[in-house]
């Protein structure tokens, strides 16, 4: 399978009242095409500042870092060249279902495709689809204010994947909804990996584990664990995206 | 998809107030043009109404409508036997108390010789002079046709009405004969002569001039010829049209232009603080928003338009209201308001470049939010 997210050796230290603090230590992960793969730690462990550099909005002091092609790390590349990546290659879903208040259900996930350029026919026809696929074709008109909690996560996944991207950052989206919700987002993000999407998911909830391939495990700035997950023995159901829709 | 309409229609009311707020100083700036101008055209009305190529005037003055200037009436003959003149006319005017049903007020008084001059009177409905004992006022003195106004010891009867006569200072204008003019400048009340007697002053008041003589120049004839030719007399001093507009507007108006200027430009500081502070407050409650389109991938042409849009927006719908609340309170100030196109675009001009600096704070802030904020 090809690699969406190769992140090798890779090192991040901070600064604080003059004190070094490695927050990641040659911590090396690697996400392929299709793969979903669950990044657990406790607090502090540098889960958050591996999503940060992973998604081209944080860079490390050492190693190697290249997604969808495109190697970050060490080249350096101009913040335009990194909203063109974070726009076309990579979806964010985050704890918080993060909607623009003032937009429909339909036009956050329309949003994706405007800010990439896409003509508003298209970006119309592409949220209705997503939404539908995910079991919100009533709500299409709906404000966030309107959504339930899982309602609004769904959306956002929606958004997520409404450029095709090669890769999904996660961070801890099943954190503010209840168990049962929680896996049918876990269950979404499945059906795009699926689909040839790398997901790299961010979690503390091993409720839902058996719907990874690959459970990878931080502590102190290292990968301590890479193993495979449960979904690898095909034990996971997903809700299926259409083949058409990851070109 | 246009994100800075949806944004304002999740706030319309409190993008309306503003608008509204800058809508009442556009206002404020286009009333303030519209005295200037209107006061412009009163001063320059006059000027421009009689229409001539030349106003020969009393030496070492600058004409009557910047200080008294005295010719004698002899002068109008002198000026029509110049090569190159088509026609000469006496020019007089003077600023007597008139009174009108009981009320006294404040008029300009021309006067015009018989029978031929007048015809360049802006009438509005009536007929022009055709004898002594009638006046033709301009409306705003509010006597009809057939009624009368008592002036210098006369009473005369209003036979037409002018539109737009006035005098900067807003009194109106009335046209009588000659020798109506005269005899007014030369009244005084009863008791006023008896007191100069008594004083061993034995004057009448009689042999009053001219205040001017206009010329026009025959057509094809150099106005630069006639004009050389009569600065060569010691007694008077002789303007162009454009001599005699050039001091109203720069001479008598200046001050006034000064003060209108300063006064736009505060409002245009306040309007400018009003869009910085209501743009700015806008920009830091999408600050979530705005993170979340920079960790998308937005390029900052969208950041930016968000922003831009909005403004150009509160400006449109801010000179759009500041337009109608004029046209609403302008009819009920008592001073002509010229809104021409020229004050128009001026002030709208104004208007939007001011909200575009108030932009400036806003779009600075946008630019500091990192996108990682839309983690948080």
Redesign the interface.
């Known amino acids: 399978m090809t690699a969406v997210l190769t992140i090798d050796r890779v090192s991040r230290v901070f600064e604080s009242g003059g004190e070094r603090i490695a927050v990641l230590d040659g911590a090396s992960l690697t996400v392929a095409a299709g793969e979903m793969v669950a990044l657990k730690g406790p607090s502090g462990s540098g889960k ?1 500042t591996l999503l ?1 550099i992973a ?1 081209a ?2 860079r490390p002091d050492d190693g190697t870092v290249t997604v969808a092609g495109m190697r970050l790390f060490p080249d350096r590349h101009p913040e ?1 060249a990194l ?6 290659a ?1 979806g ?1 879903v ?1 704890q918080k279902a ?1 909607l ?4 429909t259900a339909a ?1 956050n996930v ?3 495709r ?3 350029g896409a003509p ?1 026919g298209e ?1 119309r026809v592409r949220a209705r689809e997503l939404l539908t696929t995910l079991g919100l074709g009533e709500r299409l008109g709906s404000l966030p204010s309107r959504l339930s909690g899982g309602e609004q996560q769904r959306v956002a996944v929606a958004r997520a994947l409404a450029n095709r991207p090669a890769l999904i950052l996660a ?1 801890e989206p099943t954190a503010a909804l209840d168990g049962a919700r929680g896996r049918q987002v876990l269950e979404l993000l499945k059906g795009a990996a699926k689909t040839g999407v790398g997901v790299l998911v961010v979690t503390h909830d091993d409720r839902a584990l058996d719907l990874f391939d690959r459970v990878v495990s931080i502590a102190d700035g290292k990968i301590v664990r890479d193993g495979e997950g449960s979904a690898a023995a095909g034990r996971s159901k997903a809700v299926t995206f259409s083949d058409t829709e990851q070109s | 998809m246009n994100l800075a309409i949806r944004d304002i229609g999740r706030s319309a009311a409190r993008f309306l107030l503003t608008a509204f707020g800058i809508g009442l100083l556009t206002s404020g700036s286009l009333v303030m043009q519209g005295i200037y101008r209107g006061i412009v055209t009163d001063a320059t009305k006059l000027v421009r109404t009689v229409d001539a190529d030349l106003w020969v005037v009393e030496a070492g003055t600058t004409g009557p409508f910047a200080e008294t200037s005295r010719v004698p009436r002899s002068l109008a003959d002198r000026v029509a036997a110049v090569p190159g003149i088509e026609a000469a006319r006496a020019f007089a005017l003077a600023s007597e108390t008139v009174t009108t049903g009981g009320r006294r007020q404040t008029a300009s008084l021309l006067s015009l010789d018989l029978p031929d001059d007048g015809g360049w009177l802006p009438l509005q409905s009536g007929r022009l002079l055709r004898s002594a004992g009638e006046i033709v006022t301009d409306a705003s003195l509010g006597v009809p046709i057939g009624g009368a106004v008592a002036v210098g010891g006369e009473m005369l009867t209003v036979v037409g009405l002018m539109e737009g006569m006035v005098e900067p200072s807003g009194d109106p204008m009335a046209a009588v004969t000659a020798a109506d003019f005269r005899r007014i400048q030369a009244y005084r009340p009863p008791e006023a002569v008896e007191l100069a007697r008594a004083g061993g002053d034995s004057s009448t008041g009689e042999g009053a001039g001219l205040s001017a003589v206009t010329a026009s120049v025959q057509p094809g004839r150099s106005l630069a010829e006639v004009l050389d030719r009569i600065r060569t007399w010691p007694d008077v001093a002789v303007l162009t049209r454009d001599d005699q507009l050039s001091l109203v507007i720069n001479g008598r108006l200046e001050r006034l232009r000064k003060q209108i200027l300063l006064f736009t430009g505060l409002l245009s500081v306040i309007t400018a603080a009003v869009v910085t502070v209501t743009i700015y407050a806008m920009t830091v409650e999408k600050q979530h928003t705005i993170a979340l389109l920079k960790l998308m991938g937005a390029r900052d042409i969208i950041v930016l338009r968000l922003i831009l849009d909005q403004t150009g927006l509160l400006a449109l719908s801010g000179i759009a209201l500041g337009f109608w609340i004029e046209a609403t309170v302008a009819p009920l100030f008592p001073r002509r308001i010229v809104v021409d196109t020229g004050a128009a675009l001026q002030v709208s001009a104004i208007v939007v470049v001011t909200c575009l600096i108030g932009s400036v704070a806003g779009i600075w802030r946008a630019s500091r939010i990192d996108a990682r904020e839309a983690l948080s």
């Open positions: 958050s940060l998604g909005l944080d335009s909203r063109a990546l974070r726009r076309r990579i964010f985050f993060n623009v208040p003032f937009l036009e329309e949003l994706a405007f800010i990439d508003r970006a961070d």
